[in-house]
Structure formats: structure tokens, C-alpha cells
DNA sequence: GTCTATAGAAGGATAGAC
DNA sequence: GTCTATCCTTCTATAGAC
């Protein structure tokens, strides 16, 4: 099954060394600010010769994109309808700041992207992702319904859990700047602030 | 006091109208992404004028930078040491979410900024931001230590109100994407989400 | 102050040798 | 598969007439 194109070993390694080096650059410039030939010299490839891999510097961007969707939303996922519903949501939120912190390129890859109007990746964000957000805040409205958690919006939940986790992605260079010296272990502490951020909120009964 | 170099009323209107359309335009697609053209169109001048006015795209990029910066920074300075603490918190946020669904274009423009590691304004987060955030941070420990509130860490509980409320802007088009027909009332719901978000963390003996 | 025309540089993509 | 050389478009910025 492995038909069609089966790629050889060194074009498995350069077309990886480019989606690694493409995203180093995209993440850090944006489209427009990047340049091929940055991404070739960081690759260690000659620009015509990244060029035979991929057809365009928008298909590298689409194919890095497209790749990456997957993995982002994985942590979502997982979220277990039987699982304990404040637990599930607690781990969520720890998920979510992990990936943050170890793939902070995939986090502000996107976030160029979408501020900016996504527009290349504006129909994954009204199918697949709207349907996954929509299938998951069905199972958290559920919780809320037998009094599991304390009622709240759902959508606007999970806009919050990914505003503050991608926060320490996305803004890092403003995290580190405000925190000084005391930037070190903002991950630990961002920790332990969101878990009792959602701890407070979800909690059922701690306010009226 | 009009010294130095007073502006003719129509320089005035064309440097007004620059500014705004740069504002439309690199908040939109990011500096490089942006094209003197595309400015100078929009402003309904011809590319030259455009550069009589401001000498450089750069120029004009900076300009705005640090022109918005303190009206950017405005809510968190009224943030009062004398007034009710969960209050004041609570009405910081509220400001935010106004801002943020007032001047979108002014949260993107920044937005794009600092995702791509603030190589225009870096010296004004370690410098001028720093310095008002760890004044504020100073006021609300003041109040933990007096238990006027819960104890949470300062910096990111004001990490979490800049994330959970720029979202509304920066990510925008996600957030109507997500949330289809019912994205109308957006912000109204935001707003009584986020106000029962901070309320519950902040209320102190709400938890243990 | 405002325009037309254009210089000069940068970047995406291709030709063609090896 | 990989390179050197180059084409062509786009973009910033300037020259110079009005």
C-alpha cells in the first residue's frame, strides 16, 4: 500500500528538511515576509533545487498548513465524553499549554495566518474545525445539563482556553519582555495560573 | 505652542488620511505584505504624494506603532489603586473587550507585530509596557496582600485578560467561523463570559 | 503639492548544463 | 537531483515636469 509515488530516502529527508526550514520561516516572517531563498539556505538547499520538490512557495505554505491542521487539533480530540468533566477540561487546557510550549512555531504559523483572514485555510476553519468545536461543546453542554459543571458558554469557553494557552506561544516575545528575568519559568507558572483560572470557573457550586 | 512646524490644514487631512488607510492595510496583511500602492490607493493619493508626506513605508509602519501604543495602552493605566478591587479588575476587562471590538484593526496591527518578535517596537515592551504592567501588578499584589482578592499570580492574570480579550479581535475571523449564524451577538456573549471568567477567579474565598 | 515616468533592488520561478 | 545563470514581475523610492 505504499503505491502510487513511493518516495526515496533522500527525497523523504529534503522534503522534510523543507517543511522544517518553511516553517521556521513562515512562522516567524509570515507569508509575504518570507522568502524561498531563506528557506533554501536553511534547508541547505539551492533555491531551484527546493523549487523540484514543491511547485511554489504557496504550496509549500498550503502543504505546511494543511500537515500541521491535524496535529493542532488533536488535543481536542481527545477530549472524553466519559471522562470527569472538569478533570477532562483541566487536562485540555495542560495539553494545550504543552503545545505551546514545545511547538511554539505551529502556534504563531497559525496565528499569522488568521489574523491576517486565513485566507488559505478559511474552509477548514467553517468544516472540519467548526464541526469538532460544535461536536465537543454538545459533550460539554451535556455536562452542564446534569449539573457536572458550572453552566458557561461553551464556544466561548474553548475561545478562552485557546486565547490563554497560545497567548504564551504567540505573544512570547511580549510575555519575556513584561516578565524580565522572571521569564525563566513562565510555562510552570502559566500552569498552574490557568489550571486555577478554569478550576474556578468550572467548579460547580463555588458561586452562585 | 504651535512651534516648530505647523501643518497646513490639508497636510493635516492627507497625514489623517495615510494613517488610516495604512492602519486598514497593514493590519491586514502584515508589513511586508503590505504595499505602499495599496496604502497610497486607499488614502486616494497618488504613491509619490504618499511618500512626500512620510519618507518611508517604514516610516509610516513606525508612525502608527507608536502613535496607537498609548491608546493602546490607556485602559490599564485607568486601572485605580483606590477603587474596589474586583471592580476594577473586573472593569479593565470590560475596557479590553470594548477596545478590542471597537479598534480591531489597531489589536491586529500589533498582533502581527509581536508574533513576528516585535523588530519595531521591542524596545517599547521590555521598556514603557514593562514598567506600567509592573506598576499595576504592584497595585493588584497590594490587594492579594490585603485579601481583597484571590491570590494569583499578577503578570498572568493580566497575561489572561490581554489573550481572552485581543481573541475577539486577532482571531476574528476564527471566532465567526466557529461559531456560523450565531456569531452576531459575539462580543455580548463574550462580555458575560469573561466578566464571570475573572469574577469567579478573583472573588477571594469563593476557593480554597 | 501633486502628478507621470522610471530607476534600482528583490523575489518567484524557469532554462538548461551536468 | 542538483546546480549556475537568468527571466520577469513586483515593489520601494526618486527624478523632474507642472
Redesign the interface.
Known amino acids: 500500500m505504499t503505491a502510487t509515488k513511493p518516495l526515496t530516502r533522500i527525497q523523504q529527508k529534503n522534503r522534510a528538511a523543507i517543511l522544517d526550514a518553511a516553517l521556521d520561516v513562515f512562522s516567524?516572517?509570515?507569508?509575504?515576509?518570507a522568502t524561498v531563498d531563506q528557506i533554501a539556505l536553511q534547508a541547505g538547499l539551492s533555491k531551484p533545487n527546493l523549487l523540484y520538490y514543491f511547485p511554489s512557495k504557496d504550496a509549500i505554505h498550503v502543504a505546511l498548513l494543511t500537515g500541521l491542521l491535524s496535529t493542532w487539533l488533536a488535543p481536542l480530540e481527545q477530549l472524553d465524553p466519559d471522562g470527569e468533566p472538569v478533570e477532562e477540561i483541566l487536562k485540555y487546557v495542560d495539553l494545550k499549554l504543552t503545545m505551546a510550549e514545545t511547538y511554539p512555531r505551529e502556534s504563531?504559523l497559525f496565528?499569522?495566518e488568521?489574523?491576517?483572514?486565513?485566507p488559505r485555510i478559511?474552509d477548514n476553519?467553517?468544516g472540519p474545525?467548526?464541526r469538532l468545536?460544535d461536536e465537543k461543546c454538545a459533550v460539554i453542554a451535556g455536562w452542564i445539563a446534569r449539573g457536572l459543571i458550572?453552566p458557561?458558554?461553551p464556544?466561548?469557553?474553548i475561545?478562552?482556553i485557546?486565547?490563554?494557552t497560545?497567548?504564551?506561544a504567540?505573544?512570547d516575545?511580549?510575555?519575556r519582555?513584561?516578565?524580565?528575568d522572571?521569564a525563566e519559568n513562565r510555562f510552570a507558572?502559566?500552569r498552574?495560573?490557568?489550571r486555577?483560572?478554569f478550576?474556578?470557573?468550572l467548579?460547580p457550586g463555588?458561586?452562585g
Open positions: 516567524a516572517h509570515g507569508y509575504r515576509g504563531r496565528a499569522n488568521i489574523v491576517q483572514g486565513a478559511h476553519l467553517t474545525l467548526r468545536v458550572a458557561v458558554d464556544h466561548h469557553l475561545f478562552s485557546w486565547a490563554t497560545q497567548h504564551y504567540d505573544f516575545v511580549q510575555v519582555a513584561v516578565l524580565g522572571a507558572i502559566a498552574e495560573h490557568l486555577m483560572l478550576s474556578r470557573l467548579t463555588a458561586a
